[in-house]
C-alpha cells in the first residue's frame, strides 16, 4: 500500500530536512522535497543523502507537481522562506515568504489539503507587545516586526488567521513562529549559522570566540537573551501536529526559557570538553536598531492544544549536537 504524502519546502535546508528525516524516521509517510540545491560544493545536498525520498521538485515546477500529485498529498509542511533576516532585498522576500506562501495556501484551500508554515518570532519586532502567541487578527495586527524578514512572515500569519477567522482556508492551518533554533545540517548557512555551529571550531580547540558586546543599558556584554530550542523537538512537534489534524492556529515555538549568548558559548566549550573562553566585539552599526535584546516563547497555548512532550535543555541539545553531529569526522554519513 503507499503511503501518504509530505510534501516539505525547503526541504533540504536546515529546518525542512530535519523534519523530512523525521517523517521518513517515523515510517508514516512518503517524503516529497521541494527546494533548490546551489552549488553542490556547499553542501546542501547532503542534508538528504540518507533519506529515500520519493520524489524532488524544484520551486518553479511546485504547482505543476501539484496538479500532477497534488491528490496523493496528506498535508504540506511549508519551511521555504527567505530566511535571512539582514537580505537586502524587500522584493525577493515578499515573493517568497508572502506571494508563494499565500498561493500555496489558496491550493490547500481549493484542494482540502492541510498546510504547516514557519512563521518566526521575527513577527513580534522588540516585543512591545510581549510574546504570547494570541493568533486573533485583531492581536497580529499590534505587532510590529523590525526588518523586511519579520514583516514578511507576519503578513502571512495575518493573512491566515483573518481567513480562518472567516471560515475559509485549509482543513488545518498552523504556523510556527521559531525562535532561535539551533542543530545538525547548518553548515551551508554561511552567516545564518546558530552560535553554536559559527564558534564550534574555535570552541572545541579551546580559542577564545567573539560575541556582540550589549549596547542597550541592563544588558551585560553577552548577555543578550534568547530562546534557543533544538531543530529536534521541532521535528517532534510537526510529527504531532500531523497526527492532530484538529489543531489549527499560530504558535509559539521555543523551549519557554530565555538564556544568554554568553550561556549558549559556555555550553558549546563544555560539550568540546574545554573551559570557555569569550571576548567581545562591537555590533555592527547597520544591525543595532533592528537587534532583539530578549526574546522568550511563551508555551501555553501549544500545551493547551494538547502537545505533552518536554523541551530539550540548552546544555542538552548543545551536548547531543556536539556529540553526534560537529565533533564526528563526517557528520552526513
Known sequence: MTRPIVLVTGGAGFIGSNIAAGLIEDGRYDVVICDRLRQASAGKWRNLAKHPIVDFVAPEQMFDWLRLYGDALAAVVHMGAVSSTTEPDADLIVQSNFVLSRDLWLWCAEHGKRLIYASSAATYGEGEEGFADDDQPEALAKLRPLNAYGWSKWLFDLHAMRQRAAGSGPPQIVGLKFFNVYGPNEGHKG????????????????????????????????????????????????????????????????????????????????????????????????IRDKYQYFTEAQMGRLGAAGYGQPFTSLEDGVGDYVRNFLSRPDPYR
Open 191 to 286: 552567516a545564518m549559522k546558530s552560535v553554536v555551529a559559527q564558534i564550534w571550531p574555535q570552541a572545541s580547540q579551546g580559542q577564545t570566540v567573539r560575541l556582540f558586546k550589549s549596547h542597550r543599558e541592563g544588558y551585560a556584554d553577552g548577555g543578550q537573551l534568547r530562546d534557543f530550542i533544538y531543530v529536534r523537538d521541532v521535528v517532534e512537534v510537526v510529527k504531532w501536529l500531523l497526527a492532530s489534524p484538529q489543531v489549527s492556529g499560530v504558535f509559539n515555538l521555543g523551549s519557554g526559557k530565555a538564556r544568554s549568548f554568553a550561556d549558549l558559548a559556555a555550553a558549546t566549550f563544555r560539550a568540546a570538553g574545554q573551559q570557555p573562553s569569550i571576548a567581545y566585539f562591537d555590533m555592527p552599526q547597520s
